[in-house]
């Protein structure tokens, strides 16, 4: 499970407090789901001891499931096309709203992966200009605030380089749900995966 950005400790977090959001609102339904199973927490910028982790501890026949919210979604792109240059894949790959900067064009090795996003406006099509997009739209996004549905969250998402939907996905299911909503999104991936009879997370 890995969070996005003020999620757990990254640059953002020395100017505003950790939200801990992924690990308030995503890990206890994972774990309620599957007690049995290992779940572990980390922030997006931990992906290279995430990645070196998986590198040292991965068996033969072990399954790995990734699922970030955010920046943390990003990070999981480049972790499960990371993990396929070296020959290994992620069973269940699982994109909560995935922000990142640059565009993320690389195959991805899961055996199933589900991108929840929020559903995309024109001022979220003109954010995926890298970084002169990003800045405008979220120039306009904060405008909108007062005369539409949008949270500062969703703002903040805008900026960073919402990915919305991703022809690469196994499963693409657009959402009416704020940017912040992880837990919700995270059920929705969820209830997306039985509805398809997907692998199970």
């Given at each position: ?40 927490y ?56 995935p922000?990142?900067?640059?565009p ?10 589900v991108?929840v ?12 200009v ?72």
């Amino acid at each position: 499970m890995i969070g996005g950005g003020a999620d757990k400790s990254d640059a953002l977090t020395t100017v505003v407090a950790p939200t801990r959001l992924v690990e308030r609102e995503v890990m206890p339904i994972r774990k309620a789901k599957n007690p049995g199973v290992s779940a572990l927490y980390y922030g997006h910028e931990d992906y290279p001891v995430i990645l070196a982790s998986i590198q040292a501890d991965l068996k033969l026949g072990d399954i790995v499931n990734i699922t970030g919210h955010s920046w943390g979604g990003g990070a999981a792109i480049r972790l499960a096309q990371a993990l396929k240059v070296q020959g290994k894949s992620v069973n269940v790959l699982i994109t909560l709203d995935p922000v990142s900067l640059l565009p993320l064009t690389s195959n991805v090795a899961a055996k199933t992966w589900v991108n929840v996003y929020q559903r995309q406006s024109f001022i979220d099509a003109v954010a995926t200009v890298p970084v002169v997009g990003n800045a405008v739209a979220g120039v306009a996004s904060a405008l909108s605030i007062p005369f539409s549905n949008t949270d500062f969250d969703d703002t903040v998402a805008t900026v960073g380089g919402q990915l919305g939907y991703q022809n690469k996905a196994s499963i693409n299911q657009a959402c009416d749900l704020h940017h912040g909503q992880a837990g919700l999104m995270y059920r929705l991936a969820l209830e997306t995966l039985k509805q398809n009879g997907k692998a199970d997370h």
